[in-house]
């Protein structure tokens, strides 16, 4: 008899301040993906018109509002309060993973003790948060990639523009395989994902206008992609000879 086994359970933590409604339904679209999203809160004021978005969306998602009238301005007390409740759900010692809905850099301290405890990390922000809060996450995905438009784009390649030049993507992906190609050059595409998930926490294909790695690397000139004799795609660096700058 198979052995059935549940899904991650896991926290997340949404900072009303600091994420967009808009990104609701690709949220949890997107954490589904990772497991079963047992705590749902939003920190935030929801007697201010700022939060109203956020309101109207809490049934849907069954997201329990902890709500921080902003009593002291300059005093951030949803940012305490998430932290607080963190650090308890965290010693409960019930969860597999947190997921930290915010684009502000004062999380991540909170993020980097919870993984020191062995617990995974994903955070979910704009583009513009600060490096030091997505590198101290397991993995970081951008919420503009959680838009809907930005998910027809990446169904139909090139009809939104991606949030990054295809170059960037190209140089991340050339330093990582020449670091950890095999001897005869080639990396499967599955472990090149996998060392993209250790080493470039923020690295995501839609993030270049692609929904799939494989699709993005189809995409960069000085990338060769085939299939091994086990039928498994495999990636390598165009010979020099051969190679077209991008």
Not at 20 to 44: H, T
Not at 104 to 129: M, Q
Not at 133 to 153: H, K
Not at 159 to 171: C, G, I, R, V, W
């Amino acid at each position: 008899m198979a052995i059935e086994t549940h899904p991650a359970r896991l926290a997340v933590l949404i900072d009303a301040d600091n994420a967009s409604a808009k990104i609701a339904d690709g949220l949890f679209e997107e954490i589904a993906k990772i497991g079963e999203a047992s705590v749902r809160r939003i920190y935030g004021d929801f007697s201010s018109p700022r939060s109203k978005a956020w309101a109207n969306l809490l049934s849907k998602h069954a997201i329990i509002p902890q709500q921080q009238f902003a009593n002291n301005p300059g005093k951030n007390a949803s940012d305490i309060t998430l932290v607080i409740d963190a650090m308890d759900l965290l010693h409960s010692g019930r969860f597999q993973g947190f997921c930290l809905v915010s684009s502000d850099s004062d999380f991540t301290r909170l993020a980097a003790r919870i993984r020191e405890h062995g617990v995974d990390v994903f955070g979910f922000g704009e583009k513009k948060t600060p490096e030091s809060f997505r590198q101290a996450c397991r993995r970081f995905t951008y919420t503009e990639n959680l838009l809907p438009a930005a998910a027809a784009a990446c169904a139909k390649a090139g009809t939104l523009k991606p949030l990054e030049p295809l170059a960037h993507a190209s140089q991340i992906l050339k330093r990582i395989m020449s670091e950890n190609e095999g001897e005869d050059g080639w990396i499967a595409l599955g472990k090149l994902g996998n060392l993209l998930a250790n080493l470039a926490p923020d690295f995501d294909p839609r993030t270049y206008g692609y929904k799939k790695l494989g699709d993005l690397v189809r995409k960069i000139e000085t990338l060769d992609i085939n299939q091994s004799e086990t039928g498994h795609p495999r990636v390598r660096l165009k010979p020099i000879n051969r190679t077209v700058a991008l």
